[in-house]
T-cell receptor, first 117, second 113 residues
Framework: GAVVSQHPSRVICKSGTSVKIECRSL??????MFWYRQFPKQSLMLMAT?????????EQGVEKDKFLINHASLTLSTLTVTSAHPEDSSFYIC?????????????FGPGTRLTVL | AQSVTQLGSHVSVSEGALVLLRCNYS??????LFWYVQYPNQGLQLLLK??????LVKGINGFEAEFKKSETSFHLTKPSAHMSDAAEYFC???????????FGKGTTLSVSS
């Protein structure tokens, strides 16, 4: 099956610093990747849709300047949390969709736990 | 627009008992439906998916789900719960190609001995 990796799996940073999270599709090319945020005991909240070579589409209420998304290649999308604050602490999960017709199936990364002190 | 409703945020069963997690969907087009399981501090693992083939779908770990169009439901079942089934379960519906999955709020399954 298709495999998606995320790096790092866990990061702790100081308030005010920036953190970059990588999402890679290991054995397929992903024209579209998605970034989700999950608070404890809650469901996944879609943050943005990332398409290779174009600007990401952000969901309402998600700050574009705070959560920078770059999808520079068909196998890599990055999420940078700029000037992180404690309220940005969360579990971030990416997913990727292979470029084929039919089922709109997504493959999920293992997630990144961000803790901002 | 598509949506998913999971009835019951928390379900508790005894080991060996039937597991039933409910999911109802709303979709203006024939849906693709998914069930995922999430263990603490881990990502999502696909349990099973409905892709308009058989209405009874068998997944991993002994789980299965039945697509009922008349009831707009896709409930997840397992005949006999195991302690290792304790986790968070999410139902999701697929939108058009290139769009994100739409998730329900999740159901926490607890299994007691």
């Amino acid at each position: 099956g298709a495999v998606v990796s995320q790096h790092p799996s866990r990061v702790i940073c100081k308030s005010g610093t920036s953190v970059k999270i990588e999402c890679r599709s290991l054995d397929f090319q992903a024209t579209t990747m998605f970034w989700y945020r999950q608070f404890p005991k809650q469901s996944l909240m879609l943050m943005a849709t990332s398409n290779e070579g174009s600007k990401a589409t952000y969901e309402q209420g998600v700050e574009k300047d705070k959560f920078l998304i770059n999808h520079a290649s068909l196998t890599l999308s990055t999420l940078t949390v700029t000037s992180a604050h404690p309220e940005d602490s969360s579990f971030y999960i990416c997913s990727a969709t292979p470029p084929r017709g039919g089922i709109n199936e997504q493959f999920f990364g293992p997630g990144t736990r961000l803790t901002v002190l | 627009a598509q949506s998913v409703t999971q009835l019951g945020s928390h379900v508790s069963v005894s080991e060996g008992a039937l597991v039933l997690l409910r999911c109802n969907y709303s979709s203006s087009v024939p849906p693709y439906l998914f069930w995922y399981v999430q263990y603490p501090n881990q990502g999502l693992q696909l349990l099973l998916k409905y892709t308009s083939a058989a209405t009874l779908v068998k997944g991993i770990n002994g789980f299965e789900a039945e697509f009922k169009k008349s009831e707009t439901s896709f409930h997840l079942t397992k005949p006999s719960a195991h302690m290792s089934d304790a986790a968070e379960y999410f139902c999701a519906v697929s939108g058009p190609a290139g769009t994100a999955l739409i998730f329900g709020k999740g159901t926490t399954l607890s299994v007691s001995s």
